[in-house]
Structures are given as C-alpha cells and as structure tokens.
C-alpha cells in the first residue's frame, strides 16, 4: 500500500478540472432540458436550444463548454484518518498548471490592479482553496470553476435583522439588477447568517447542491424569481432560475448577513475521491 | 420575425433592414474586442494614432475566446460571447470614431438604443455556447495585441453563417432587454412594494 502524494493529487486535480469543463452533472442537463419544456416563446427556446447543442458538443469533443473556464474554486474535504506529508496546496497549484495546458484552460488570473495576467491560472490567493475535515480515510476534492459573467452579479449585505422578510426581496433584487447579464437560466446561491465572509462562502457552497432538491423557503424564492420574466438569456421567458438553494450559519445576535451568489447555467462542478490504497 | 444572412463589410441599408427579434447569420470576419481593447482602440484614438485593423462597416464581438497555438498560427477551442454591460460606457465614443455596424454579445447594453440609432445594431449571442461558436469560425486570420493576454487581444475571425444571432437592440431604437427589464422591474415592484 502506497501513500497519498503529491503527483497522485496533481493528476487528480487535473483530470476533475478537465471533467468539470466539458461535461455538466446530469441534475444541471435535466433542470435545461426542463426549463425548454416550459418555455413556449420562440426566442426563448433557441437560446436554450444553442446550450443543450453546446454541451452535447463540448461533452463529445471534450472541450470547454464555455471560453470562461473560469477561476478554479476547490472544496477539499479531508477525512480524519488521512495522513498528508506534502504540500496539498502546491499539488493542486500544479494540477491546476497542468489543467491549464492540456484541457486547455484560458489563462484567467491577473493582479487585480496591474492587470497583468500570470498565464497559468494561479497567482497570490488562486486558485481558491477551501479545506473542511470529515470522518473517513479519504480525500474529497470538489472543482467549481466559476466564471465572471455570473459572479460579477453577486451581491452581499448586512441586512437589518428585525427584517427576516428583507432576504427574500434582497434575493430577488440582486437578481433583477443582474437581468440578462449572468447568462440566464441561472442557479442562485443564498448564504445567509454566519459573518461577512462566512455568507459569502455558504452561497458558493449552495451551488453545488443537486438542482432537483429545494425547499419551500427555496422554491418560494425561486417563484418570485421566475415571475420577473427575464428568461434565458435577458430575452424573456419563463425560466430565469433552475433553481435557489439557501445554505444557513448561526450569526450574531445584532446581525444578518445576507449573500447572493449567481452562478450561470453551466453550473460546472466535478468531484473525485482519493483513498491511500487507490495510488 | 424575419432571418437574414448577411456578408461583412456592412452598409447602412443592410443594418437598417433589421428589426429588434429578428434573426441573423454572419458571414466574413469579425474582430473581437472587450474592455482593454476597448480601452486601448479610445487611447489611440484620442492621440490621433491609427488602428493596425480597420473598422470600416466592421462588426465588433465582446468575446475573450480561448486559443491554441497551431501549425502557422493560432484555432479557436471555444469562443462564446462576454458581458457587454462592462464595455457600455466606452461603445458612444467608438462609434463616433469608426463606422462599425454590428455588435455582437450579451446580456445587451443599459440605455444604448439612442446610441445606435441609425448607425449600428447589437446582435444576442447565446451566452456560454462556447463549442458551439467554434464550428461557425473557420480561421483565426490575425491578433493584436496579444500583450493584453489572450481574453483581452483583438482576434480577427473568419466566420461561416454566425449565429442564430438576435437582433437585441435594432437601429431603429428599439431595445429588446431593455423591454423586458422594464416589465421585469414593473413586477418587481408590484411584488414588494
């Protein structure tokens, strides 16, 4: 039985990148293939129409789906009994530079103020990687890349909390304001409560939820959404959302954070599992 | 609605006959150009200096496309429309400077009817269809700029019947998003207020 190491990781990190961006989960097909059965206006249906060929071609030519490969986002769930002696970040780093090349990946990661673009997709804080522990022997690492079209529409705000009834409208809003730009049908992750930050990060994490499940707090979002009309692409129609999925933290009594995560149609995510024995 | 096929350069008349949902199919080059093109096409403008491409009856995508190096030059692997919102505030004063006609991107642009009237039109391409868009290129004829980095150089494209593209804003003024948004914000505020 061989360790886990660090090239084990890299190859990993690099065949999920390529998966993630060529072929979407089957829940995120059936919430499209859905949303064309509810359409009835022309326009509205051939926008959809082009995104179902589209990921039939990227599936079957495994290329990117979208040229927004996106910024690579990783939520790394590492078990208990797991032992790690190398540098995880610097694997996924590599698996990243790899992915970059060979998918191939568009270069992506510029200083924020420079601009300058370092052409591997890495950089000072890039990719983003979060770590959780779990009970088990294995590694988890789920890729969400995230392209800016969707993520430039996000908003947050510290919400007064004697005004629960604010979240709904402020979701709604944030939606409104977005209209055709985030690429609808768009999946909307809501975080609500933790800190500042912590909201932000349960919004994003909401995103990888499967689409087909949603409560009535969710579903009730979602109804308000899809009665603005702004439809596949801003161009009108039924279906502005697949799907709102709220993720929920304990906050400060004197607070309530409210954050709105938009993620665009190509609600790309891919995960693998890696086990010591499976080297 | 009616479905026209058009080759580039394009006229006046030709952009004239189009009406906001109408569909359109693309043909001859196209350049891309996004914010730093944008930003580096009104730099050189306002110094007086001439472009290394010319605009003239030129169509203008908002796209940042992913390439690869190929034998005797560069291919597309994907190249889907951007978010023509971020390049709004720069496209009055390219099109008082260059006759270009057609705009493709999406999302459409806030309150830009009045800035194209009678002189161009901006074109809805299916945001993400990345894949798709590639079989309808068929050479990378030349970049510029690549020193911009990739998303950000001016690409010029060899098209094949581009689209199905919708006419999302016409030369007549007539603002399709726009629309929309309007009864978007209308149930909005029936809803909350």
Avoid at chain 1, 111 to 140: C, E, H, M, Q, W
Avoid at chain 2, 87 to 95: D, G, N, S, Y
Wanted: aromatic residues 4%; glycine residues 8%.
């Amino acid at each position: 039985m061989s360790d886990l190491n660090s090239q084990a990781v890299s190859a990993a990190i690099e065949n999920i990148i390529k998966r993630s961006e060529t072929e979407l989960p089957d829940d995120v097909i059936a919430a499209l293939k859905n949303a064309m059965t509810s359409e009835d206006n022309t326009t509205a249906k051939a926008q959809l129409a082009a995104i179902l060929e589209n990921i039939k071609i990227a599936d079957s030519r495994t290329i990117p789906m979208c040229q927004d490969t996106g910024i690579l986002v990783f939520f790394v769930e590492i078990g208990r009994q797991v032992c790690i002696d190398f540098d995880l970040d610097a694997a996924i780093n590599q698996g990243v530079r790899q992915a970059t090349l060979s998918v191939p990946l568009r270069p992506n990661a510029v200083d924020p103020l420079t601009r300058k673009n370092s052409g591997d997709n890495t950089g000072d804080g890039l990719p983003d990687i979060n770590y959780s522990f779990v009970d088990g022997d294995a590694l988890t690492i789920t890729v969400a890349p995230k392209g800016a079209g969707s993520e430039n529409m996000s908003a947050l705000r510290m919400l007064n909390p004697t005004r629960i009834d604010m979240i709904k409208q402020f979701v709604v809003e944030t939606v409104l304001n977005a209209g055709g730009m985030p690429c609808p049908p768009i999946v909307v992750g809501v975080g609500i409560g933790g800190s500042f930050d912590k909201s932000a990060r349960l919004a994003k994490s909401a995103l990888l939820r499967d689409l087909d499940h949603m409560d009535e707090y969710e579903l009730e979002i979602l109804d308000a959404i899809n009665s603005l009309g702004i439809g596949p692409m801003g161009l009108g129609g039924r279906i502005t959302a697949l799907a709102v999925h709220v993720e929920k933290a304990h906050c400060h009594t004197a607070s309530l954070p409210v954050a709105v995560n938009i993620q665009c149609w190509a609600n790309r995510h891919a995960s693998v599992i890696l086990r010591a024995e499976d080297d | 609605m009616t479905e026209h096929h058009l080759t580039t350069p394009l006229s006046r008349d030709e952009i004239l006959e189009l009406k906001a949902g109408d569909i359109v199919y693309l043909s001859g080059t196209i350049f891309t150009a996004r914010d730093e093109a944008h930003l580096r096409i009104l730099e050189l403008t306002e110094k007086g200096q001439s472009l290394p491409f010319d605009l003239d009856g030129a169509v203008i995508y908002h796209c940042g496309p992913l390439m690869q190096k190929a034998e005797g030059g560069w291919e597309a692997v994907a190249a889907g429309p951007t978010t023509s919102a971020r390049m709004t505030e720069m496209t009055p004063a390219l099109l008082d400077n260059y006759n270009v006609k057609a705009i493709i991107g999406k999302g459409g642009m806030k309150d830009i009817a009045p800035v194209l009237e009678g002189r161009c039109v901006y074109l809805a391409y299916t945001g993400g269809c990345a894949a798709l868009a590639v079989d309808m290129i068929k050479e990378v004829k030349d970049v510029h700029w690549l020193e911009l980095g990739m998303p950000e150089a001016v690409w010029v494209l060899e098209v094949e019947s581009f689209g199905p593209l919708i006419v999302g804003v016409d030369a007549e003024g007539i603002d399709l998003f726009g629309e929309i948004m309007e009864r978007a914000g209308e149930t909005f505020d029936k809803t909350f207020n």
